[in-house]
T-cell receptor, first 114, second 113 residues
Framework: AQSVTQLDSQVPVFEEAPVELRCNYSSSVSVYLFWYVQYPNQGLQLLLKYLSGSTLVKGINGFEAEFNKSQTSFHLRKPSVHISDTAEYFCAVSEVDDDYKLSFGAGTTVTVRA | DAGVIQSPRHEVTEMGQEVTLRCKPISGHDYLFWYRQTMMRGLELLIYFNNNVPIDDSGMPEDRFSAKMPNASFSTLKIQPSEPRDSAVYFC???????????FGQGTRLTVV
């Protein structure tokens, strides 16, 4: 079975500063990796996903993530955040050929301050 | 497409009452998932269906929880009797063979008092 660890539960950041959210996973088989964002009182929205190929993945709203197989990591980055990026971010993994079941990390709350 | 539709968006009920949450997956999707989000346990998979058949219900916490998918366009998650610890946000998601992601609904926020 796979598992996901998000290393930071809360990340405060100033507007226009960069942010990095860390995610590590464990699995004995090949996986797909995802980052979802949840704005207050909203559902889950897919930011980006890694399936195969290039290890640098670009998503919506200026976010990108890098897959590192040797370190089993999938960290999310944004070079310059906005107030509107205040949300909770979830890293998730699904095993290839396992019916799209997702295992989620505990989430990282990003609070952007002016 | 309107996406995955869940109803109601909010539900407040008294302990001991039956609660039914509803989900309409995206048309053409043959996988349907129910997830629960709580502060203590985060997001966890409760049960999922493929072609209306339950495949894995190992995440269903207790016999008080049951889920059905009578047809390809509708699923229910029922809690009977409800307890305060069932208070959570319940998400439904759907996908299809060959897809690379699941698509989530807006969730139902359940409060049991």
């Amino acid at each position: 079975a796979q598992s996901v660890t998000q290393l930071d539960s809360q990340v405060p950041v100033f507007e226009e500063a960069p942010v990095e959210l860390r995610c590590n996973y464990s699995s004995s088989v090949s996986v797909y990796l995802f980052w979802y964002v949840q704005y207050p009182n909203q559902g889950l929205q897919l930011l980006l996903k890694y399936l195969s190929g290039s290890t640098l993945v670009k998503g919506i709203n200026g976010f990108e993530a890098e897959f590192n197989k040797s370190q089993t990591s999938f960290h999310l980055r944004k070079p310059s955040v906005h107030i509107s990026d205040t949300a909770e971010y979830f890293c998730a993994v699904s095993e290839v050929d396992d019916d799209y079941k997702l295992s989620f990390g505990a989430g990282t709350t990003v609070t952007v301050r002016a | 497409d309107a996406g995955v539709i869940q109803s109601p968006r909010h539900e407040v009920t008294e302990m001991g009452q039956e609660v039914t949450l509803r989900c309409k997956p995206i048309s053409g999707h043959d996988y349907l998932f129910w997830y629960r989000q709580t502060m203590m346990r985060g997001l966890e998979l409760l049960i999922y269906f493929n072609n209306n058949v339950p495949i894995d219900d190992s995440g269903m916490p207790e016999d008080r929880f049951s889920a059905k998918m009578p047809n390809a366009s509708f699923s229910t998650l029922k809690i009977q009797p409800s307890e305060p610890r069932d208070s959570a946000v319940y998400f439904c998601a759907s996908s299809f063979l060959g897809a690379t992601e699941a698509f989530f609904g807006q969730g139902t926020r359940l409060t049991v008092v």
